[in-house]
């Protein structure tokens, strides 16, 4: 069993601390939800910052390209999923 704080009278003087006891089963369950938290947490930055890297890549090749911003993004996404080879063919290809 852990003790939690629950009052201090005051801590300067001296005085007594009262204390009650605190569920671990609780503190473990807590423990597990912020760690579940922060990975999804994680997730979500990582997910944000490769948003950002598509976007800017589209934006790149909208501006070298002469392509709309919809054959831009058919562009990525295959040059992601075949070989460097095949990059120089158009995106209305497949």
Not at 28 to 37: A, D
Request: aromatic letters at 6%; glycine letters at 6%; proline letters at 6%.
């Amino acid at each position: 069993m852990v003790w939690d704080v629950i009052a201090m009278d005051n801590p300067l003087i001296g005085t007594s601390v009262r204390t009650r006891p605190y569920s671990a089963p609780r503190r473990v369950c807590l423990l597990n939800k912020i760690s579940e938290l922060d990975t999804e947490n994680g997730r979500l930055q990582q997910a944000v910052v490769s948003h950002a890297v598509i976007v800017r890549a589209i934006g790149v090749i909208v501006a070298l390209g002469n392509l709309r911003p919809d054959q831009s993004f058919k562009y990525c996404k295959r040059s992601h999923s075949t070989p460097a080879s095949n990059w120089g063919e158009s995106p209305n290809a497949s």
